[in-house]
C-alpha cells in the first residue's frame, strides 16, 4: 500500500516551461488536493477534486491547471512558468477520519 | 477569508518539559481541527485530530479545544529532541483544511 506517490521529486524549469506533477493514489479516496508550501509559510490550496471529473480552485490557482479522470490521478499542470511558483507542491487525499494524507512533496524551482 | 493563526516561534523548551503550541481559527462553521507535524525537508504527517470542546489524548500528546474562543492548542508532555519540528495547525472548511504557517519547535537536551 503505497499511499499517495508523487512525481517528480525535484525538478528545475526555465521561465516560460511547461510541466506536470504527477500525483497518485491507491487508497481510493475520493477527495485529493494540491498545495503549495514556501519556505516559512503555511500550505496554501492551490486545487482540489471532490471525485474522479470533478475539480476547483483553491486559495491561489492562477498558473496552474488540473484534471482528474480517475479516482487514483490528480496531475498538476504548471504552462508558462514564472519564477514565484518555484515552490514545494504537496498532493494529498482525504481519508474517512478526516486526516490527510500526503505525498513526499516535489521541490520545484524556476530559474 | 477564512484564516488559521500560529506564532511561527521558535518555541524552545527543555528535554522532559511540556512544549505548548497555539493557534486560532476565523470561521466559527469550522467543526474540526488538526495538527500536524513537519520535519524540515519533509511531509506533513498527522498526530491529532479534535472534533469536540476539551480534551483530547494520546500518548504525550494532548490536543484542546475551546470552539467558543476559536482557540485550538496541542501540548506535549515529556519533549524530546525527536520532538524538534514545525507544527501545523489546521481548520477543517467544507472538506478543505486551511492551514496556519506553523509553529517551529526546538528541544534542547
Known amino acids: 500500500n503505497a499511499g499517495v506517490t508523487q512525481t517528480p521529486k525535484f525538478r528545475i524549469l526555465k521561465i516560460g516551461q511547461s510541466m506536470t506533477l504527477q500525483c497518485t493514489q491507491d487508497m481510493n479516496h475520493n477527495y485529493m488536493y494540491w498545495y503549495r508550501q514556501d519556505p516559512g509559510m503555511g500550505l496554501k490550496l492551490i486545487y482540489y477534486s471532490v471525485g474522479a471529473g470533478i475539480t476547483d480552485k483553491g486559495e491561489v490557482p492562477n498558473g496552474y491547471n488540473v484534471s482528474r479522470s480517475t479516482t487514483e490521478d490528480f496531475p498538476l499542470r504548471l504552462e508558462l512558468a514564472a519564477p514565484s511558483q518555484t515552490s514545494v507542491y504537496f498532493c494529498?487525499?482525504?481519508?474517512?477520519?478526516?486526516?490527510?494524507?500526503f505525498g513526499s512533496g516535489t521541490r520545484l524551482t524556476v530559474v | 477569508q477564512k484564516e488559521v493563526e500560529q506564532n511561527s516561534g521558535p518555541l524552545s523548551v527543555p528535554e522532559g518539559a511540556i512544549a505548548s503550541l497555539n493557534c486560532t481559527y476565523s470561521?466559527?462553521?469550522?467543526?474540526?481541527f488538526f495538527w500536524y507535524r513537519q520535519y524540515s525537508g519533509k511531509s506533513p504527517e498527522l498526530i491529532m485530530s479534535?472534533?469536540?470542546?476539551g480534551d483530547k489524548e494520546d500518548g504525550r500528546f494532548t490536543a484542546q479545544l475551546n470552539k467558543a474562543s476559536q482557540y485550538v492548542s496541542l501540548l506535549i508532555r515529556d519533549s524530546q529532541p525527536s520532538d524538534s519540528a514545525t507544527y501545523l495547525c489546521?481548520?477543517?472548511?467544507?472538506?478543505?483544511?486551511?492551514f496556519g504557517t506553523g509553529t517551529r519547535l526546538q528541544v534542547f537536551p
Open positions: 489546521a481548520a477543517e472548511y467544507t472538506d478543505k483544511l486551511i
Open positions: 479534535i472534533y469536540s470542546n
Open positions: 494529498a487525499s482525504l481519508g474517512v477520519d478526516y486526516g490527510y494524507t
Open positions: 470561521d466559527r462553521g469550522s467543526q474540526s
